[in-house]
């Protein structure tokens, strides 16, 4: 689930600066939420200045965006290599693991990120923190909710299916699925935790994103400041 906060103005910093970093003929992959809205916007302007590139959507939502800005798409399915993707993150940890999935929308955006030569995080200072603590979104097929609600337990984690906000019952994702967010308190081996998740019947895909980032951009009132997995 979102937590609210974060200055908008911080996500723009981040989304832009990232949004900078893509060349002529790259496929980028287009990440979903506020922070990564704001990278689809400045590459929109991008590309009627002239920049040359084909877009990738993580959701219906980024795929809206970038129609209204005019970045051209191509559908997922298509392509076999993404050179950069930009993406926002629910929280990012010292060593860049990160839980994603607020926007539920974490399960195309895992094969996109982790399918890009470079994946860019794109965040504002409320996402930071030494060690996770967010409740991690499971996107599970509908009728595994119960079995995969149990495995959870089993796991230590306390889930609770996502409920929609303007519709009654739950959060229905893009593929069709529902969200379990599991709390698992402070998680110090997000390693081990990804894999407990991703061996579950049932679950589609997980939001822990584990040794995929390959840089974290976040933005502040005076700049932004970069961290990369490899320093
Ligand atoms: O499912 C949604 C995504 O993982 C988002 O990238 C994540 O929730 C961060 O979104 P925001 O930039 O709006 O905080």
Same mark, same amino acid.
């Given at each position: 689930?979102?937590?609210?906060?974060?200055?908008?103005?911080?996500?723009?910093?981040?989304?832009?600066?990232?949004?900078?970093?893509?060349?002529?003929?790259?496929?980028?992959?287009?990440?979903?939420?506020?922070?990564?809205?704001?990278?689809?916007?400045?590459?929109?302007?991008?590309?009627?200045?002239?920049?040359?590139?084909?877009?990738?959507?993580?959701?219906?939502?980024?795929?809206?965006?970038?129609?209204?800005?005019?970045?051209?798409?191509?559908?997922?399915?298509?392509?076999?290599?993404?050179?950069?993707?930009?993406?926002?993150?629910?929280?990012?940890?010292?060593?860049?693991?990160?839980?994603?999935?607020?926007?539920?929308?974490?399960?195309?955006?895992?094969?996109?990120?982790?399918?890009?030569?470079?994946?860019?995080?794109?965040?504002?200072?409320?996402?930071?923190?030494?060690?996770?603590?967010?409740?991690?979104?499971?996107?599970?097929? +509908?009728?595994?909710?119960?079995?995969?609600?149990?495995?959870?337990?089993?796991?230590?984690?306390? +889930?609770?299916?996502?409920?929609?906000?303007?519709?009654?019952? +739950?959060?229905?994702?893009?593929?069709?699925?529902?969200?379990?967010?599991?709390?698992?308190?402070?998680?110090?081996?997000?390693?081990?935790?990804?894999?407990?998740?991703?061996?579950?019947?049932?679950?589609?895909?997980?939001?822990?994103?584990?040794?995929?980032?390959?840089?974290?951009?976040?933005?502040?009132?005076?700049?932004?400041?970069?961290?990369?997995?490899?320093?």
């Amino acid at each position: 689930m979102k937590t609210p906060g974060g200055s908008d103005a911080a996500k723009r910093r981040a989304g832009e600066h990232a949004a900078d970093l893509v060349t002529d003929g790259d496929t980028v992959g287009l990440g979903t939420g506020s922070t990564a809205a704001h990278a689809i916007r400045a590459l929109g302007q991008a590309v009627e200045d002239g920049l040359d590139i084909r877009g990738v959507a993580t959701s219906y939502a980024s795929r809206d965006l970038a129609r209204e800005v005019g970045v051209p798409l191509v559908d997922l399915g298509a392509v076999e290599r993404i050179d950069v993707a930009i993406d926002g993150a629910d929280q990012v940890s010292d060593d860049l693991a990160l839980i994603k999935g607020g926007g539920a929308a974490h399960a195309r955006e895992k094969v996109v990120d982790a399918a890009a030569e470079r994946f860019v995080v794109v965040a504002d200072p409320s996402k930071e923190a030494s060690l996770l603590d967010r409740s991690v979104p499971v996107e599970v097929l +509908p009728d595994a909710r119960g079995t995969v609600r149990r495995a959870i337990r089993e796991l230590d984690g306390t +889930p609770t299916l996502r409920a929609a906000e303007r519709k009654d019952g +739950p959060v229905v994702t893009d593929n069709g699925n529902l969200v379990l967010d599991c709390e698992f308190g402070a998680i110090s081996d997000p390693a081990a935790l990804a894999t407990d998740l991703a061996t579950l019947p049932g679950v589609v895909e997980h939001g822990l994103f584990v040794d995929l980032a390959d840089e974290v951009h976040v933005g502040h009132a005076d700049g932004v400041t970069v961290r990369r997995a490899d320093e």
